[in-house]
C-alpha cells in the first residue's frame, strides 16, 4: 500500500526527497521518494554517514516535494578521478 502511495506523489510531484549539498566533490545528491518529510529525515542520517564515510563534507541538507531530474549533479566533474566519481553514485542503488 505504501509502495502505491509513493508512486501516487511521485507521479505528481509531491513526493518528499532529501536533498544533500556537498563540498570535496561539489555535489548535489537526492534520495528518496519518500512520503512524508519525517520519513525522509530518518532515512537522511544513513545517505548523511555514507557521503561522510566517502570523505564528503556536508554543507546543506533539506526536504523538498518535488521529482527531481538527475539524482546526482556534478559541479566540479572535471576535478574528481573515476574511482571517486563511481564511489560516489555507489549508494543510489541499495
Do not use: H
Amino acid at each position: 500500500m505504501k509502495e502505491m502511495l509513493i508512486k501516487i506523489l511521485e507521479f505528481f510531484g509531491w513526493a518528499c526527497w532529501v536533498k544533500l549539498e556537498t563540498k570535496n566533490p561539489e555535489c548535489t545528491y537526492y534520495f528518496g521518494p519518500f512520503v512524508s518529510p519525517t520519513e525522509a529525515k530518518t532515512a537522511s542520517e544513513g545517505y548523511i554517514e555514507d557521503l561522510k564515510n566517502e570523505g564528503a563534507d556536508i554543507v546543506g541538507m533539506s526536504f523538498e516535494r518535488m521529482k527531481p531530474k538527475e539524482l546526482t549533479i556534478f559541479d566540479d566533474m572535471g576535478e574528481m578521478s573515476d574511482r571517486e566519481r563511481f564511489s560516489a553514485l555507489s549508494g543510489q542503488f541499495s
